[in-house]
T-cell receptor
């Protein structure tokens, strides 16, 4: 069935350290993997995404890696800052139905706390 | 305009009330979505519209009724809700329904059902 597992559920780091969040997905047809950051009371905001034709993507302090064979992808945040504190959701997009609709299957979320 | 907007921000309603949530985007996106998010949980898909036609209903109870009057607007009509329906209701849009199209979320409506 459709499933995305995300670990860890909580992550606490010191400012300046790196943070890594890992996700695995079940459907080998998945071809798009966004990461969303959600601060308390706010909308999920896309921070980076990767499509299945590449293995790694970087945007300043944030990087995502994808291993299609193992069906897992990871978010890496370097030089963490207190403003990185939020809940992070990974997701895998799957095409469903004859019309081919775009369904995002979300992981359960990781609560990241960056301490000054 | 590069945002999805939603009104109202907060809504409190009784179980016998009828209310509507509104979502708007002017990015030219042709796919629009309603999600429900409970506290400390990920968003959960409810409905998907593509080119103003309902494409998917994720087995949502009939007390939730979506409507897409035009390509920029999406409504969610609420009637006879239960207290367990209290949640953050998020709208999202994407260019089309392709599985690689990015979904952009609105700020949500926080709904409380008394």
């Amino acid at each position: 069935g459709e499933n995305v597992e995300q670990h860890p559920s909580t992550l606490s780091v010191q400012e300046g350290d790196s943070a890594v969040i890992k996700c695995t997905y079940s459907d080998s047809a998945s071809n798009y993997f966004p990461w969303y950051k959600q601060e308390l009371g706010k909308r999920p905001q896309l921070i980076i995404d990767i499509r299945s034709n590449v293995g790694e993507k970087k945007d300043q302090r944030i990087a995502v890696t994808l291993n299609k064979t193992a069906k897992h992808f990871s978010l890496h945040i370097t030089e963490t800052q207190p403003e990185d504190s939020a809940v992070y959701f990974c997701a895998a997009s799957m095409r469903r139905g004859s019309g081919g609709y775009n369904k995002l299957i979300f992981g359960a979320g990781t609560r990241l706390a960056v301490h000054p | 305009d590069t945002e999805v907007t939603q009104t109202p921000k907060h809504l409190v309603m009784g179980m016998t009330n009828k209310k509507s949530l509104k979502c708007e985007q002017h990015m030219g996106h042709r796919a629009m979505y309603w999600y429900k998010q409970k506290a400390k949980k990920p968003p959960e898909l409810m409905f998907v519209y593509s080119y103003e036609k309902l494409s998917i209903n994720e087995s949502v109870p009939s007390r939730f009724s979506p409507e897409c009057p035009n390509s920029s607007l999406l409504n969610l009509h609420l009637h006879a809700l239960q207290p367990e329906d209290s949640a953050l209701y998020l709208c999202a849009s994407s260019l089309e329904l392709k599985s690689t199209d990015t979904q952009y979320f609105g700020p949500g409506t926080r709904l409380t059902v008394l």
